[in-house]
Nanobody, 115 residues
Framework: QVQLVESGGGLVQPGGSLRLSCVTS????????MSWYRQAPGKERDMVAL???????YYADSVKGRATISRDNAKNTVSLQMDSLKPEDTAVYYC?????????WGQGTQVTVSS
């Protein structure tokens, strides 16, 4: 079955960096768009970035210039490099893909930006 497993979250000081990874299985990874979402306490889950099958990318305005999404089709992995982190980046970050109209999520990884 489809599985998405995120890792790489943690506590980081403002201005720091983190690299989140999502290892996938159960589907032909290279054929599908992959996305990162985040959800802060009391807020909706919002898209942060996506990368499509050919490698085209999209970023939310809130992270544009500070985030880089990438994919490694050989390792069935999508990554999100986050730089110049701000306290408002604090959230649980989720990996997502949609296959035949169904949305799949990982369990999430907590990112906390605090001094």
């Amino acid at each position: 079955q489809v599985q998405l497993v995120e890792s790489g979250g943690g506590l980081v000081q403002p201005g720091g960096s983190l690299r989140l990874s999502c290892v996938t299985s159960g589907f032909t990874f290279s054929n599908y768009t992959m996305s990162w979402y985040r959800q802060a306490p009391g807020k909706e889950r919002d898209m942060v970035a996506l990368i499509n099958s050919p490698g085209g990318t999209y970023y939310a305005d809130s992270v544009k210039g500070r985030a880089t999404i990438s994919r490694d089709n050989a390792k069935n992995t999508v990554s999100l490099q986050m730089d110049s982190l701000k306290p408002e980046d604090t959230a649980v970050y989720y990996c997502n893909t949609r296959i035949f109209g169904r949305s799949y999520w990982g369990q999430g990884t907590q990112v906390t930006v605090s001094s």
